[in-house]
């Protein structure tokens, strides 16, 4: 995903939106959401978002978070990237890496707001508390490392559960590999450089999210 400073940050937009709309937006959902760092953006938010609908296929989405305090988190970044859809042309959840606007490092875990999408007009409303996943909550004590990495990557859970299932996707939410009963170190050599985000299932079912960086 491309990212780009526009000569005007929106702050605290205000989208009219008709009954359908607002129907629509409800059927889009934050279903994870985490800090990441982009080698050329800087610090990013990454999460992923899932829909039951197929209505809002319309391409490029321009999308950013802004708090209830009409504080915008993220760039405005004048790209964008597709919804999740149901219709079979992409996935009905697919990943986002957006930039951090200057003063903000990271996502806060008292996040209380919305994330704004552009084309079409919506705004969806996302409080982290009220985050409904099976992601661990102490994920970030999972040990993903080295990171950034050349070639091998290792994982360990601070419990000694193994890895069920290791999906790599790439910064637009693209499969790249689909591992099942997968080794606690993995070989990346074949990987271009550039950031990648892993979903690491766990015995008992388990979820974590880790962004990596290809070297």
């Known amino acids: 995903m491309r990212f780009y400073f526009p000569f005007l940050i ?3 937009i205000s989208l009219s939106l008709s009954a359908q709309d607002i129907l629509e937006c409800n059927r889009y959902r934050i279903i994870s959401i985490s800090d990441s760092l982009d080698p050329g953006a800087g610090p990013c938010v990454y999460f992923q978002m899932t829909t ?3 209505t809002y296929n319309t391409g490029y989405t321009d999308i950013f978070w802004v708090t ?4 915008t988190l993220t760039i405005y970044n004048q790209w964008g990237g597709w919804l999740p859809t149901t219709s079979g042309v992409l996935n009905d959840t697919l990943d986002y890496l957006l930039a951090f606007l200057p003063g903000h490092a990271s996502f806060p875990n008292d996040f209380s707001g919305k994330l704004v999408l552009r084309n079409p007009e919506c705004e969806i409303p996302f409080q982290y508390r009220d985050l409904q996943t099976s992601i661990s909550k ?4 999972i040990d993903v490392y080295p990171n950034p990495t050349r070639d091998l990557l ?3 859970h601070p419990t000694g559960l193994l890895p069920r299932s290791v999906k790599i996707t790439d910064k637009q939410g693209r499969l790249i590999s689909l591992s099942h009963a997968p080794p606690t170190q993995l070989d990346l050599h074949q990987l271009p450089p550039g950031i990648f985000h892993l ?3 766990w015995e008992h079912g388990e979820v ?3 962004s990596i960086s290809k070297i």
């Open 208 to 210: 974590s999210f880790h």
């Open 10 to 12: 929106m702050i605290g």
């Open 68 to 71: 209830d305090s009409l504080d």
């Open 154 to 156: 290792s994982i360990r």
């Open 52 to 54: 039951d609908t197929n």
């Open 199 to 201: 979903e690491i299932t």
């Open 138 to 141: 102490g994920h970030h004590l």
